[in-house]
């Protein structure tokens, strides 16, 4: 059984558009994390949310992203106004066991037209 | 600025033959070194964690080795299904995870 799925795990979405990328561990974790990784390019930060709060963000997330977790069980990333540049695969990632590896989620494809 | 640079981009083998991939890294106070294998279209697989120099952790026929300044990645005798972009990642005084751009690694039978 996967740590963690994401849903959906493709999305097509035109550009002005609202995404919401969903992503749910099978346990409780108190830290959370959202990376994307614009095709050919490097895994990049985007946020990190411990306790239901965002702890660090990159220059990425501006204004128009926003995360969180509606319940105890799933964590949110939302897009408000999407842009062509923002095609890309969205991962989230989560701390496991006592030292500071992440471990990753499949991913979620967001294609912006 | 915290930084990780992977060398070669792109690396093809034949089954085998041995060879090592090498991260180059600038980072303030180094929490860890991270080495993930992604497949294509899927999410980053975590292999090893390193956490100071001198240290070294083997699974398989891979190798990882870690300096002040770089990690190597080695791998013995490649199989075919060792085939992926294998990207190398650093943590600094904070959470987030700073990744290279990856080594793509084709192993040919």
């Known amino acids: 059984e996967p740590e963690v799925t994401q849903t959906p795990s493709h999305q097509v979405t035109q550009m002005g558009q609202e995404v919401i990328l969903r992503c749910v561990p099978i346990?409780?974790?108190?830290?959370f994390y959202w990376y994307r990784q614009i095709l050919g390019q490097k895994v990049e930060f985007l946020v990190s949310?411990?306790?239901?709060?965002?702890?660090?963000k990159s220059e990425i997330f501006d204004d128009q992203f926003s995360v969180e977790r509606p319940d105890g069980s799933n964590f949110t990333l939302k897009i408000r106004s999407t842009k062509l540049e923002d095609s890309a695969m969205y991962f989230c990632?989560?701390?496991?066991?006592?030292?500071?590896?992440?471990?990753f989620g499949p991913g979620t494809r967001l294609t912006v037209t | 600025e915290d930084q990780v640079t992977q060398s070669p981009e792109a690396l093809r083998l034949q089954e085998g033959e041995s060879s090592s991939l090498n991260c180059s890294y600038t980072?303030?106070?180094?929490?860890?070194l991270f080495w993930y294998r992604q497949d294509p279209g899927k999410g980053p697989e975590f292999l090893f964690t390193?956490?100071?120099a001198g240290e070294e952790k083997e699974k398989e026929r891979l190798k990882a080795t870690l300096t002040k300044k770089e990690s190597f990645l080695h791998i013995t005798a490649p199989k075919p299904e060792d085939s992926a972009t294998y990207l190398c990642?650093?943590?600094?005084?904070?959470?987030?995870?700073?990744f290279g751009t990856g080594t793509r690694l084709q192993v040919f039978p």
């Open positions: 990632a989560f701390p496991r066991g006592e030292s500071y590896e992440q471990y």
């Open positions: 346990s409780n974790h108190l830290y």
């Open positions: 949310f411990y306790n239901n709060e965002i702890s660090e």
């Open positions: 980072v303030s106070g180094l929490r860890g």
């Open positions: 390193l956490y100071s």
């Open positions: 990642a650093v943590q600094g005084n904070t959470d987030k995870l700073i």
